[in-house]
Each structure stands twice: as C-alpha cells, then as structure tokens.
C-alpha cells in the first residue's frame, strides 16, 4: 500500500519569499511522486514528476522538489513566491504498473500575501 | 502535450435524473481512466478505474450502479450519475494514462449541481 502525508493544511507566505511545501510518502515499491496545482474550480496540473531518474526535478513555474529515499520525502520548494501561486497544492505517490492509480495527500493551500 | 477535454463544465440537473459526464483524451490514447470525486476543500477521492474495452473497477463503497462507466474506446470515457439526488452534488475529475506512459493527464473537472 501506498500512501502520501501532508502536514498542515495552509501555508501562508509573502510575495517573494521562499516557498516549502512538505511530502513524506510510504510505498513498498519503488514510488513515482507528482506535485499537482489545482486553481478552483479546475482540474489538476502537473508540476512537476519523480520516475526514478534525478532525484533533483525541476517543473514549470519556477518549482522543484528534491527525492530523498532516506527521508522518504518529496518537499516541493519555489525561491520566490509569486501573487498568482495561490492555490490548492496536491502530493501523489503511484508505483511503475499500468493499471497503478495516484494516491493523493489531502492537499495544502498555499496563500501569497502582497 | 497531452490533453484531456472534459464536459460538461458545469451542469445542473433534478433530482432523479441522470447525467452524462465525458471525457476524451485528444491527443493520445488513454487505455486506462481514473474518476475522482472532490468534495470542497477535501482531496481527490478515487472512484473507479477503467481500462479501454474492459468493465471498470470500483473502489470500496462505490455504487457501481449509480455511477455507471464507460470506457467503450481509447480515446473516450463517459460517468453517467443515474437518479442524481442532492447528496451527488460535487466536483468530478477525469484522469487518463496512455499505454506505457508515467503521466496522468487529468480534465478539467464537472461541478454538479443535483436540485
């Protein structure tokens, strides 16, 4: 079984300052992690996606998130925040099979403030 | 890069009847198909998995036949919520995955309305 841990529910920074959003994941697997954006009333989008090759991914928007298999966790960071970030951030473990289905945390919502 | 459409956007309906939700995968094909159900503030909550050509597989306490799935193609899946009451009432989201591929390409979500 897999599964995907967010801490906290709300992030609050300013415009410009440094943004950490924190994933810890359990998987018996080797795991594929994702960061996904949801605006309201949207769909999801993907950020960013670990498959077991640099441990160090680089997404859209300036975001990134480093794997770190010694401390199980998948934290996405973004040096300076901007206005247009606010959003609802989601956190998905899934493994390599074809049929393998996202599991996802419940999510952080990330405010910017002027 | 990969695109799922999904419609309709928003939709209102009675209670007791039925609603079509359809999502089609326009630039690849999808063989297989995840349905979520998102309520406000809460995260995706995984109802079904269908594979092109295959019957779907429900998660636990899904009523598989309120909430009927079609996969009839590879790049068309269809929700039907049959005899919507206001308890449907929800945001559902569509996520397709190509053959072989790493990706999730989700849609852009249906707000039901069940009045």
């Known amino acids: 079984a897999q599964s995907v841990t967010q801490l906290g529910s709300h992030v609050s920074v300013s415009e410009g300052a440094l943004v950490l959003l924190r994933c810890n994941y359990s998987s018996s697997v080797p795991p594929y992690l994702f960061w996904y954006v949801q605006y309201p009333n949207q769909g999801l989008q993907l950020l960013l996606k670990y498959t077991s090759a640099a441990t160090l991914v680089k997404g859209i928007n300036g975001f990134e998130a480093e794997f770190k298999k010694s401390e199980t966790s998948f934290h996405l960071t973004k040096p300076s925040a901007h206005m247009s970030d606010a959003a609802e951030y989601f956190c998905a473990v899934s493994d390599a099979g074809a049929n393998s289905k996202l599991t996802f945390g419940k999510g952080i919502t990330l405010s910017v403030r002027p | 890069g990969a695109v799922v459409s999904q419609h309709p956007s928003r939709v209102i309906c009675k209670s007791g009847t039925s609603v079509k939700i359809e999502c089609r995968s326009l630039d690849f094909q999808a063989t297989t198909m995840f349905w979520y159900r998102q309520f406000p503030k809460q995260s995706l909550m995984l109802m079904a998995t269908?594979?092109?050509?295959?019957?779907?597989?429900?998660e636990q306490g899904v009523e598989k036949d309120k909430f009927l799935i079609n996969h009839a193609s590879l790049t068309l899946s269809t929700l039907t919520v049959t005899s919507a009451h206001p308890e449907d009432s929800s945001f559902y989201i569509c996520s397709a995955r190509e053959r072989g591929g790493y990706g999730y390409t989700f849609g852009s979500g249906t707000r039901l309305t069940v009045v």
């Open positions: 269908s594979n092109e050509g295959s019957k779907a597989t429900y």
